[in-house]
């Protein structure tokens, strides 16, 4: 039992999942009305800034395996936001953004500022900094 009470009280995994949730759940609320959840944000951010990419490399830039980079992307392209082209060998498929896709973006960018500001300013700049810093450190760890 002492073992049990340990790995409860000190469990990294279970403590960052816990805290995982707890910030997309506040998240997923403020980013609602522009009709994201903040994985699909985190997509749609992500592909802004590739401007395109395979599933393969965007799985690779938010740090998730294929399946689950594929999974996400459905309820995005079903919606029109993000469309999957011919790559330059025409073999290969690429992903972007459509112009709704960059339209849903420019509505949730100034709702997950205000999340975001929620959280920096709840925590304490120190204390985010501090956060963010060992998140990246964290997720260096990964194989």
Do not use: Y
């Amino acid at each position: 039992m002492a073992l049990c009470a340990s790995a409860a009280q000190t469990c990294t995994a279970s403590h960052l999942r816990r805290a995982s949730r707890a910030v997309s759940n506040a998240f997923d609320a403020v980013l609602r009305p522009a009709g994201l959840r903040s994985s699909q944000f985190s997509v749609l951010v992500a592909l802004a800034l590739a401007q395109e990419a395979p599933v393969s490399r965007l799985a690779g830039i938010l740090g998730l395996d294929r399946t689950t980079m594929t999974r996400n992307l459905g309820p995005l392209q079903r919606r029109g936001l993000v469309a999957s082209v011919a790559g330059d060998d025409r073999r290969s498929r690429v992903l972007r953004l459509t112009g709704k896709g960059r339209d849903a973006l420019a509505r949730a960018l100034p709702l997950w500022e205000r999340a975001q500001g929620g959280v920096v300013r709840d925590l304490g700049e120190a204390k985010w900094k501090g956060l963010l810093q060992g998140l990246k450190a964290t997720a260096s760890l990964a194989p």
